[in-house]
Nanobody, 122 residues
């Protein structure tokens, strides 16, 4: 079984920065792909950024490109989202998603964290 736990959310002023962390724990064989999603009230959940662990290849939504950076510390089973130049429209609950191989399973499966609130406001 695998659990994901996000942290680092909070209240920040426009133009400010936050760094989100997502720690995976449990019977992990390997992380395959990790992603950050966000959902604002009344909106659909959207992909913000993702990273393929083996290659460190990243992908970003156009709205956050050049402002956000996703990275991983594989030894710690941790993924980060560095958010700079934050805007009010970045306000949302941010969720960590992992495509992860569990020791108890033959192939990868999807896991979701509980989310962390990011509020960008004066």
């Amino acid at each position: 079984h695998v659990l994901l736990a996000e942290s680092g959310g909070g209240l920040v002023q426009p133009g400010g920065s936050l760094r989100l962390s997502c720690v995976a724990s449990g019977t992990i064989y390997s992380l395959v792909r990790m992603g950050w999603y966000r959902q604002a009230p009344g909106n659909e959940r959207e992909l913000v950024a993702s990273i393929i662990i083996s290659s460190a290849s990243t992908n970003y939504a156009d709205s956050v490109k050049s402002r956000f950076t996703v990275s991983s510390d594989n030894a710690k089973n941790t993924v980060y989202l560095q958010m700079d130049s934050l805007r009010p429209e970045d306000t949302a609950v941010y969720y960590c998603k992992g495509v992860i191989i569990d020791h108890n399973n033959l192939g990868p499966a999807d896991y979701w964290g509980q989310g962390t609130q990011v509020t960008v406001s004066r």
